[in-house]
């Protein structure tokens, strides 16, 4: 069973303050692994996808990072418009299984940006 | 564009009471899928569809849901005598195909509160 981790569970950061946040996930088979933000009241918008270890995305303050065990979410500079809750899925399985495509999601990491 | 649009927004009903709860994908995805948020904790599948029909229900908690998608766009989950652990926030995605690495994209979700 695909399993996904994320700590810590909140975090709380000063403007300008840089800092990650982790996602350690077992999973048979990984197709991908997902990163969100999600704002409360509303539903998870999609940053990135990463593929295999070693891969790196980046998108303004944010860069995700890949290995075998774990992924990392790196806010540099952060401001408090970051402020959210960060969610980590992982997407399994062999091509063709019933599991294909399923997200398994962590519980998230809330992220406050203090000015 | 419209993104995924789901309604209503909010749904209170009373214990042992049926409801329904529609999805509007974006236009063109082929693939729905349909996930529970409890508060605190990220979102957790329960079907979805590839076109008309279902391609892995295994996330349905029960017989008492059920869903449908009979033309391969709009969605409907629909929950018999419901009970009030159902109360969560229900979550609808789409993407473009059923696979690896394909960006799920999330509605705002509806707020169910079974009373």
């Known amino acids: 069973e695909d399993q996904v981790t994320q700590s810590p569970e909140a975090l709380r950061l000063q403007e300008g303050e840089s800092s990650s946040l982790n996602c350690s996930y077992t999973?048979?088979?990984?197709?991908?692994l997902f990163w969100y933000r999600q704002d409360p009241g509303k539903g998870p918008e999609f940053l990135f996808t990463l593929y295999s270890a070693g891969e790196e995305k980046e998108k303004e303050r944010l860069k995700a990072t890949l290995t075998k065990k774990e992924s990392f979410l790196h806010i540099t500079a952060p401001k408090p418009e970051d402020s959210a809750t960060y969610l980590c899925a992982v997407q399994g399985g062999a091509a063709g299984g019933t599991s294909y495509g399923k997200l398994t999601f962590g519980q998230g990491t809330i992220l406050t940006v203090h000015p | 564009g419209a993104g995924v649009s789901q309604t209503p927004s909010n749904k209170v009903t009373e214990k042992g009471k049926y409801v329904e709860l529609r999805c509007d994908p974006i236009?063109?995805?082929?693939?729905l899928y349909w996930y529970r948020q409890s508060l605190g904790q990220g979102p957790e599948f329960l079907i979805y569809?590839?076109?008309?029909?279902?391609?892995?229900d295994s996330g349905l908690p029960n017989d008492r849901f059920f869903a449908v998608r009979p033309e391969g766009s709009v969605s409907t989950l629909k929950i018999q005598r419901t009970e009030r652990g159902d109360s969560a926030v229900y979550l609808c995605a789409s993407s473009s195909r059923h696979g690896p690495g394909y960006e799920q994209y999330f509605g705002p979700g509806t707020r169910l509160t079974v009373t």
């Open positions: 999973v048979s088979g990984l197709r991908g």
């Open positions: 236009s063109g995805h082929t693939a």
């Open positions: 569809f590839q076109g008309t029909g279902a391609a892995d």
